[in-house]
């Protein structure tokens, strides 16, 4: 068990110096679509519960508003958004000329949302010491996880281009931004602009 730990915490480690290595290994696995739903849902979990740990150290501005949720909707929230998310960057990268499977993009923004999750841990920590550290390593944390996703679309569509990973990363935003447009409804969750 410590030695799969062990190669797990150097995955990790090497999704930030090798993004494009651990993508294509990761998508030679060839792991089954059960159990890539099953670790869809178990990253969306761990992910609430840590996001929810990080509001809860964490003061919200002055004058912004924020919307409390329990962790089980936390997770359901979670879980849609990388549903979306899943579903977007296949069809749409497939629509921009990208080859990769449904699979191997399960997998991939699975992985992604689980070293955001060690990542958020790392910043939870830090806030405890300095909310300022804290802060920093928020920022820093933002840039390299999103050149790490920008480099798993490019292995995972073929593309060999960052600026169409690009491309396909902003449409699938504004795809996810319309499916969560009608999710928070229904939710009974606020959407920006509204009371």
């Known amino acids: 068990m410590s030695k799969e730990r062990s190669f797990v915490s150097q995955l990790v480690l090497q999704s930030f110096t090798e993004p494009r290595k651990v993508a294509e290994y990761l998508i030679s696995l060839d792991i089954d679509r059960r159990s890539l739903w099953l670790l869809l849902g178990l990253v969306s979990i761990l992910s609430a519960l840590v996001l929810s740990a990080v509001a809860a150290v964490t003061p919200a501005p002055e004058g912004v508003q924020?919307?409390?949720?329990?962790?089980?909707?936390a997770a359901v929230f979670v879980g849609f958004v990388m549903?979306?998310?899943?579903?977007?960057?296949?069809?749409i990268g497939r629509w921009l000329g990208g080859t990769g499977s449904l699979d191997s993009t399960i997998l991939l923004i699975s992985w992604h949302q689980g070293i955001t999750v060690a990542f958020q841990l790392l910043q939870l920590v830090l806030v405890l010491i300095s909310p300022l550290?804290?802060?920093?390593?928020?920022f820093a944390g933002i840039v390299f996880l999103f050149y790490i996703l920008l480099q798993f679309?490019?292995?995972?569509?073929?593309?060999?281009?960052?600026?169409?990973s690009f491309g396909a990363f902003a449409l699938s935003i504004v795809a996810m931004v319309i499916?969560?447009?009608?999710?928070?409804?229904?939710?009974?969750?606020?959407i920006a602009g509204t009371v």
């Open 66 to 73: 924020t919307v409390s949720l329990s962790p089980w909707m």
């Open 83 to 91: 549903l979306a998310m899943v579903f977007a960057l296949h069809y």
């Open 133 to 138: 550290l804290g802060a920093f390593a928020n």
């Open 153 to 164: 679309i490019d292995v995972l569509h073929g593309y060999k281009s960052l600026w169409k």
């Open 179 to 190: 499916a969560l447009s009608l999710l928070l409804p229904i939710l009974g969750l606020p």
